[in-house]
């Protein structure tokens, strides 16, 4: 499977931005997808996951509320909706592919098992 992460940029605190993640090579729904995020010096952390069929997410206590997390299975994409963004959201952020039996989804990146090139989300304040 092939992962390709776009809609990073600049945006002020307070603003929105829609991520997105285009599979390809591989059967989408088989996967569950879930969005990482890495700043400069600091581990790669979980930000959400959303299960095979999009029926379940979880997400990192820091943006609950803020990101939304989804699904076109029919577009083999995935999507991160994030609104609200504070500087401290800024990263490389990735997405990434789990295959998985039926809801699972996981948190520890460990567990995935492809990944998309990155994109940038820069929050000014």
């Known amino acids: 499977v092939q992962l390709q992460a776009s809609g990073g940029g600049l945006v002020q605190a307070g603003g929105s931005l829609i991520l997105s993640c285009a599979a390809s090579?591989?059967?989408?729904?088989?996967?569950?997808m879930a969005w990482f995020r890495q700043a400069p010096g600091k581990e790669r952390e979980f930000v959400a996951v959303?299960?095979?069929?999009?029926?379940?997410?979880l997400y990192a206590d820091s943006v609950k509320g803020r990101f939304t997390v989804s699904r076109d299975n029919d577009k083999k994409k995935a999507y991160l909706r994030m609104e609200n963004l504070k500087p401290e959201d800024t990263a490389v952020y990735y997405c990434a592919a789990d295959r998985v039996i039926m809801t699972g989804v996981h948190v520890d990146k460990d567990q995935y098992d492809y990944w998309g090139q990155g994109t940038q989300v820069t929050v000014s304040s």
């Open positions: 959303v299960s095979r069929g999009g029926g379940r997410t």
């Open positions: 090579g591989g059967t989408f729904q088989y996967y569950a």
